[in-house]
C-alpha cells in the first residue's frame, strides 16, 4: 500500500479535530495515515508526533491522517499533545485522501520530496531510515 515513489502527491481536503477546512498538496511533507481501530497505531502516533516536531522545525510540513470523525478519533487525540502535530480527520468513505494516497494499511507514513512522493513505509523504522538518509543528502529533511 501507498503511493510509489515518483507519483504525484495528491491534492487533499479534510477538517481538522477543531473544524477548520485544510485543503492542498503538500510540497515537502511527512504524512502519517493512522486509524482509530488500530491497535499499533493509538502507540505510533506519539512517536511519528516526536518525529513529526524535529521535521517541521527544518520546515518539512507534517499531518497526522485520521480515517475517522472527531468521535471516533478521540482516543488517538488523547495522545498527541496539543500544538505538537497537525491533525487531519479524513473518514471513509466520506474522504478521498486516504484513497488518493492508496493506504490499505495501518499505520502508513508517506514521504513526499517537491509535490512528488519518495517512499510510503509500512513501520516507523522504515520513516527512521528515510529520515536518516535525507539528512546524508544534506536536504532539510532531519
Known amino acids: 500500500g501507498g503511493l510509489p515513489p515518483g507519483a ?9 479535530p477543531d473544524g477548520e477546512q485544510v ?3 503538500p510540497g515537502t ?3 502519517g495515515f493512522f486509524s482509530p481501530t488500530c491497535d499499533s497505531c493509538h502507540d505510533h502516533l506519539p512517536h511519528f508526533a516526536e518525529l513529526a516536531r524535529r521535521a517541521a522545525a527544518d520546515g518539512v510540513e507534517t499531518y497526522a491522517v485520521i480515517d475517522g470523525d472527531r468521535v471516533a478519533a478521540a482516543d488517538l487525540l488523547a495522545r498527541v ?12 468513505p466520506d474522504n478521498p485522501l486516504l484513497g488518493g494516497y492508496l493506504v490499505d494499511a ?6 513526499v ?5 519518495d517512499g ?3 513501520g516507523v523504522a522504515d520513516l527512521h531510515r528515510w529520515l536518516a538518509a535525507r539528512a546524508g543528502q544534506g536536504s532539510h529533511t532531519p
Open 8 to 16: 504525484p502527491a495528491p491534492r487533499f481536503s479534510a477538517g481538522t
Open 23 to 25: 485543503s492542498g498538496a
Open 29 to 31: 511533507a511527512l504524512l
Open 81 to 92: 499533545p496539543d500544538g505538537e502535530l497537525r491533525v487531519l480527520l479524513a473518514p471513509r
Open 106 to 111: 495501518y499505520p502508513t507514513y508517506t514521504a
Open 113 to 117: 520530496v517537491d509535490g512528488v512522493v
Open 120 to 122: 510510503s513505509f509500512h
